[in-house]
């Protein structure tokens, strides 16, 4: 089973200001089969980037993925006042059951 | 719009039963593979089963197998979790999730916004 780690648990951020969130795989992601999701409370999860890089439609350009094998960067380059969140990584790169990241909340500063 | 709706969860006592649905909208029903995710409270997300999009195919996290089913209904464009012998471990927020593809083995692109599963005596 890949285990998923994400990090930092909690990143404080002003608007305006750009986001770094990591997830880290132990072992390799096969063919990078990794996505980020971003999860606000009371509606449903929504898609970001999958296959590591690949921008969803719909989702505004901020947003980028990148990252192969073990380590993998969700960056939103300038921060909206919409993008604070919880983000999670998933990896389906391997037999189910897939695993999850623990997840990232953004927080205002 | 693709959407889902889940429904039916609730609160059941540990070695019941609770079959929730998952009523998708949108999207051609018999082309994609549909998984089931829950996150217990204070939790991270789990994967809970799936299913490849004729059915055929089915796919259970350990702690689940023999206890859960994961089924669908072409004809409703419903996908369906049936849980037994439940536990209480097994509460949690149950989401249905569209994948991107015919089988499992790829992203989820659609989420529903959950249904509770409490399991309490």
């Known amino acids: 089973e890949i285990v998923l780690t994400q990090s930092p648990g909690t990143l404080s951020l002003s608007p305006g200001e750009r986001a770094t969130l990591s997830c880290r795989a132990s072992p390799t992601i096969n063919n990078n089969y990794l996505a980020w999701y971003q999860m606000k409370p009371g509606q449903a999860p929504r898609l970001l980037i999958f296959d590591a890089s690949i921008r969803a439609t719909g989702v505004p350009d901020r947003f980028s993925g990148s990252g192969s094998g073990t380590d993998f960067t969700l960056t939103i380059s300038r921060l909206e006042p919409e993008d604070f969140a919880v983000y999670f990584c998933h990896q389906y790169g391997t037999s189910p059951p897939f695993s999850f990241g623990q997840g990232t909340k953004l927080e205002i500063k | 719009e693709v959407q889902l709706l889940e429904s039916g969860g609730g609160l059941v006592a540990p070695g019941g039963s609770l079959r929730i649905s998952c009523e998708t909208s949108?999207?051609?029903?018999?082309?994609?593979?549909m998984t089931w995710v829950r996150q217990a409270p204070g939790k991270g997300l789990e994967w809970v089963a799936g299913i490849s999009s004729s059915g055929r195919d089915t796919y259970y996290t350990d702690s689940v197998k023999g206890r859960f089913t994961v089924s669908r209904d072409t004809s409703k464009t419903t996908v369906y979790l049936h849980m037994k012998n439940l536990r209480v471990e097994d509460t949690a927020l149950y989401y249905c999730?569209?994948?991107?593809?015919?089988?499992?083995?790829?992203?989820?692109?659609?989420w529903g916004k959950g249904t509770p599963v409490t399991v309490s005596s």
């Open positions: 999730t569209k994948t991107a593809a015919a089988m499992v083995y790829y992203h989820v692109d659609v």
């Open positions: 949108g999207f051609n029903f018999y082309t994609y593979a």
